[in-house]
């Protein structure tokens, strides 16, 4: 008798797999996995909320729907088409249910969907009752003829008959199935080894059952190196009920034909179970990945977020945090729905949130816009007046109200702004070109200037780092205290001013640069061999220079925002601009640092 070592099954969430290996004398344990139609929860998957979303579901193509499900063949009707039905009219009743009436349609033609497939399942377990009640009569028909030891070449025929009638009849009750192919094989293997039938007879059906088994065999073998696992489980499953209908081999080599059998069998089980382990680890992983998500779209403080700058920082925050997920694979599917329930409902909040704000500021910014427009139409009515002291000081006290108004719509702030800009320059302009004393002040300002830059033209690369610094700021101190320059040439001579100013602060970097890393080398140098504390200056090294990467693109994000032209928004650009610049140096730094470090590992 053969051995009895039943090959287990992986539980599949997405599949309905049976597993049903075989043996020669004893029917092994058929072990079942779970049927997810059966366990699936009344939930729907985000593809599919996503899909009933896009199709604006109503109550009339919901009845629709399920109208077209009772027309369909009772054999082709699914637990699935029922699940999605119920599903579908859950999500379109979640907030404002439907009439009562049209609810009770829905309900009554689910109702007859149900009843439809009731009637049909009914009718498949008389149908597998009958098949059982018909091969149990097979195989103690044949328990008959083994007791007739006498006709064996008469009854032998019969046999063969009553063998392919038990193999053509359909699927009996699952709770019997193992037990009747039990009964079955020891009712062919007692004919086979306990009758003096005739030898060659018996010969000549061993040797063409054993035949079959090899090419059983050989396929299953086959299945080890294939590369879809789902595949080959399926496969190993046809080969398993295959096996099931060739009869016994001879008895010497039987235990031997089933133990190859059984070994392939295990190798394509344990690759199924392999698979499915590493599905179950990588959705775990996705949960991990997708909850954070939803930790962070829980982390936005909404109370905060005050003016529409701070609103569309967030917006580009919550579309990163979106690509992220579409990105991100599946968790298990109760995870799965869970987490984006979650999710969706955090965006849909914040969203809301901003619609809210932008809705109740809209008032607000027209208000702000015709404050502002009256400020402009004042200050263009005045840009004309000779009376220095009392228009200077109307215009300050226009200037100094336009501050305190709030936000005005984009299409709007620059036009409004230019004009009430304008007007502002133009009187005084006005007022400089009519105060010729000021004029020989500005040019002597302006020489002045133009010295302290001569000056810092003085620093050349021998200049001790110290002094330099030196020299930068007393010229810095001493230009904050000269007074103004000629209109026409503000601009200009703060430009070359900063620019020289620039040029001898990035010399100065460049050799505190180089001297910084010389000294790394130095200290990379030190502890050479030593691979820990390589890969660990690394590691830092890295994460410091991924830090200045996220400062470089906030900087760079934020420039983009900045559209004042006014000096204190220039001012503010040009301190950015540095800051940029810096951060570009400190890259370039630690990038060739790293090198350094790639080079002794």
Request: hydrophobic share 40%; net charge negative; glycine share 2%.
């Amino acid at each position: 008798m053969e051995n009895c070592d039943p090959i287990s099954a992986q539980s599949a969430e997405d599949q309905n797999i049976r597993t049903a290996p075989v043996q020669e004398t004893v029917a092994e344990e058929t072990v079942k996995t779970e049927d997810p139609e059966a366990a699936a929860e009344d939930i729907m998957t985000e593809s599919e909320l996503e899909a009933v979303e896009e199709e604006q579901l109503t109550q009339e193509l919901l009845i629709e729907k399920a109208n077209a499900v009772l027309a369909k063949d009772a054999a082709d009707i699914t637990p699935d088409d029922i699940r999605h039905l119920r599903q579908m009219h859950n999500a379109l009743h979640k907030d404002e249910p439907q009439e009562e009436t049209a609810q009770d349609e829905f309900k009554t033609i689910l109702e007859a969907v149900r009843a439809k497939r009731a009637e049909h399942t009914a009718k498949v377990e008389a149908e597998r009752a009958e098949n059982l009640a018909r091969k149990q009569a097979i195989v103690d028909e044949i328990n008959a003829l083994a007791e007739d030891t006498d006709n064996v070449n008469r009854t032998f025929p019969r046999y063969r008959e009553l063998q392919d009638e038990f193999n053509a009849l359909g699927d009996v009750p699952p709770t019997e199935e193992t037990a009747i192919w039990k009964r079955f094989q020891e009712a062919r293997e007692h004919y086979s080894d306990n009758l003096k039938i005739n030898k060659e007879l018996r010969d000549y059906d061993f040797k063409k059952n054993l035949d079959t088994k090899e090419l059983l065999i050989g396929e299953a073998e086959g299945l080890i190196v294939e590369e879809d696992v789902i595949v080959a489980h399926r496969r190993l499953q046809e080969l398993h009920n295959k096996w099931r209908q060739v009869g016994p081999v001879a008895k010497e080599i039987r235990d031997e034909v089933w133990n190859r059998f059984r070994a392939a069998s295990a190798e394509v089980a344990k690759r199924y179970q392999a698979y499915f382990e590493a599905r179950k680890a990588e959705e775990a992983a996705n949960e991990a990945v997708k909850t954070a998500l939803c930790e962070k779209m829980e982390a936005l403080d909404l109370e905060a977020l005050k003016t529409f700058v701070a609103w569309d920082e967030a917006t580009a925050q919550v579309r990163e945090l979106q690509e992220q997920w579409r990105a991100a694979g599946p968790a298990n599917r109760k995870a799965n729905r869970q987490l984006f329930t979650r999710f969706r409902e955090l965006c849909d909040k914040f969203f809301a949130a901003k619609a809210e704000y932008f809705h109740s500021t809209r008032d607000a910014m027209a208000a702000n816009l015709a404050r502002k427009t009256a400020l402009a139409e004042r200050a263009e009515a005045l840009r004309e007046s000779t009376d220095w002291k009392s228009a200077t000081d109307e215009f300050v006290a226009l200037q100094k109200e336009w501050k305190t108004i709030g936000t005005v719509a984009k299409k709007y702030s620059d036009a409004v702004w230019k004009r009430f800009q304008t007007a502002c320059d133009s009187f005084f302009e006005a007022k400089k070109k009519a105060t010729g004393d000021i004029r020989k002040t500005e040019q002597e300002n302006l020489r002045a200037k133009r010295e302290l830059i001569a000056r810092i033209g003085e620093i050349t690369p021998d200049t001790p780092r110290e002094e330099a610094l030196e020299i930068l700021r007393s010229v810095q101190d001493q230009w904050k205290e000269i007074g103004h320059v000629p209109f026409r040439d503000k601009n200009k001579i703060y430009e070359e001013f900063r620019a020289k100013v620039d040029e001898v602060r990035a010399a100065l970097n460049l050799r505190r640069t180089e001297a910084r890393r010389e000294r790394f080398k130095e200290s990379v140098a030190a502890i050479e061999g030593d691979a820990g504390k390589l890969n660990r200056e690394r590691e830092r090294l890295a994460r410091a220079l991924e830090g200045r990467r996220r400062d470089l693109a906030t900087y760079e994000n934020n420039l983009g925002f900045l559209t004042s032209k006014s000096k204190s928004g220039n001012s503010m650009v040009r301190e950015m601009e540095r800051k940029v610049e810096a951060l570009r140096a400190d890259i370039a730094d630690l990038e060739q640092k790293i090198r350094i470090l790639d080079s002794k590992i």
